[in-house]
């Protein structure tokens, strides 16, 4: 069954397709909410979870300090608007509780990679972060689906994310950033949110 849903500002999904769908999901405001190594981790087991509930394919992904890329196949039930609802409360709410500054502030044992990470909690402590209060408070209310259907597209998109964080200087060659499916496709590494390889 072919069908779309029609937002505001011309803003349009077409789901049933059997597409797969380039997301991209801004933190609120571009902040880096996401700039901590264990953040970015915490959001990669939640993705998984959430595949896990909602049976898509995750063919690809990268995740940024202020936003993240998915490369992914319809589910099986609902739409990938749900799945991205799903997600983005889990994550809100799950973070927004960790980073919370009447619990214990994680001060020992740091992860090796965590350098940005008071940033990010003095983002949220500070309130600049719209009342902490629902998904938009973490994210952007909105998120960007393009829709991919060639083996072409696929790997255009797949090269676009991989080469984000070398484009954004965070690291010199995409192998180096662990928070990317880069190292599942040239190297077979499997992690936490290991890939589901498309069929050709």
């Given amino acids: 069954m072919l069908w779309s849903i029609q937002l505001k500002n011309r803003l349009e999904r077409r789901y049933?397709?059997?597409?797969?769908?380039?997301?991209?999901?801004?933190?609120?405001?571009?902040?880096?909410?996401?700039?901590?190594a264990r953040d970015r981790d915490f959001f990669l087991e939640i993705l998984n979870d959430v595949r896990a509930q909602h049976e898509f394919l995750l063919v690809?992904?990268?995740?940024?300090?202020?936003?993240?890329?998915?490369?992914?196949?319809?589910?099986?039930?609902?739409?990938p608007s749900t799945v991205m609802q799903v997600l983005k409360q889990r994550v809100s709410r799950e973070l927004r509780r960790r980073l919370d500054p009447s619990q214990k502030v994680r001060s020992q044992n740091p992860h090796p990679?965590?350098?940005?990470?008071?940033?990010?909690?003095?983002?949220?402590?500070?309130g600049t972060v719209k009342a902490h209060d629902g998904a938009q408070s973490f994210?952007?209310?909105?998120?960007?689906?393009f829709n991919v259907w060639t083996r072409?597209?696929?790997?255009?998109?797949?090269?676009?994310m991989h080469m984000?964080?070398?484009?954004?200087?965070?690291?010199?060659?995409?192998e180096l950033w662990a928070w990317s499916s880069y190292r599942?496709?040239?190297?077979?590494?499997?992690?936490?949110?290991?890939?589901?390889?498309?069929?050709?």
């Fill in 16 to 36: 049933g397709q059997h597409h797969l769908h380039f997301i991209t999901c801004s933190c609120y405001q571009r902040r880096p909410l996401l700039a901590s």
């Fill in 113 to 126: 990679s965590d350098t940005e990470g008071c940033g990010t909690r003095k983002f949220m402590r500070q």
């Fill in 139 to 145: 994210w952007q209310t909105r998120f960007y689906d």
């Fill in 164 to 174: 984000n964080p070398v484009k954004r200087g965070l690291v010199a060659a995409p």
């Fill in 60 to 79: 690809g992904y990268v995740v940024m300090p202020e936003h993240v890329h998915l490369l992914i196949s319809e589910p099986q039930t609902r739409t």
């Fill in 152 to 160: 072409k597209k696929r790997i255009e998109k797949l090269h676009y």
């Fill in 184 to 200: 599942f496709y040239q190297y077979g590494d499997k992690s936490v949110c290991t890939l589901d390889r498309e069929p050709s």
